[in-house]
C-alpha cells in the first residue's frame, strides 16, 4: 500500500467581527485586538485542502484534483466569498468566526463529500502570517 497527501490551494474574501457577547467591548477589544471593532472588516482568506489516502493503482490518483476543485468551490467559495461571516453563515450567528472555527467548520463540510479511507487537514490563512491547521480530531 502506498500513500500520498495531495493538495488544493484556494482562497475567498470574506467580513469577520471576533467578539464574545457576554464580555464589553474593552475586553472584547483587549483579548480580540482590531478583530473586535463593531463594524466588521475583511480579510483575504488562503486555505488548503490536503488529502491523504492510498495512491489507486488504476488513476495514480490519491484523489481527483478536478473532482476535489468542484467540491471546494461548491462548498467553500460559494459559502464563505464576499460574505459576512457572521451575520451570512448561520452557523456563526452563534460561534466565533476565528481560523480555528472556521477550519473545523470548512473540514466538516468536506467530510462528508470525500469516502472516509482518506484523511483530510486543513490549513487556513488569515494573514500572511497567522494560520491553522486542522485535522478533524
Ligand atoms: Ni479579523
Known sequence: MTIATISKKGSFSAA???????????????VFGKCAYLNYHGHNYE????????VDKKTGFVFNLNDLSKILHHLVINLF??????IDIKEFNS??????NISIFIWNLI????????????TLYETQNNFVEYYGK
Not at 466569498?81 to 457572521?86: L, M
Open 16 to 30: 469577520h467581527r471576533l467578539y464574545n457577547k457576554q464580555w464589553n467591548y474593552d475586553k472584547n477589544i483587549e
Open 47 to 54: 486555505y488548503v485542502v490536503s488529502l491523504t489516502g492510498e
Open 81 to 86: 466569498d464576499h460574505k459576512n461571516i457572521n
Open 95 to 100: 460561534i466565533n468566526p476565528t481560523i480555528e
Open 111 to 122: 467530510r462528508n463529500q470525500i469516502r472516509l479511507d482518506i484523511d483530510i487537514k486543513i
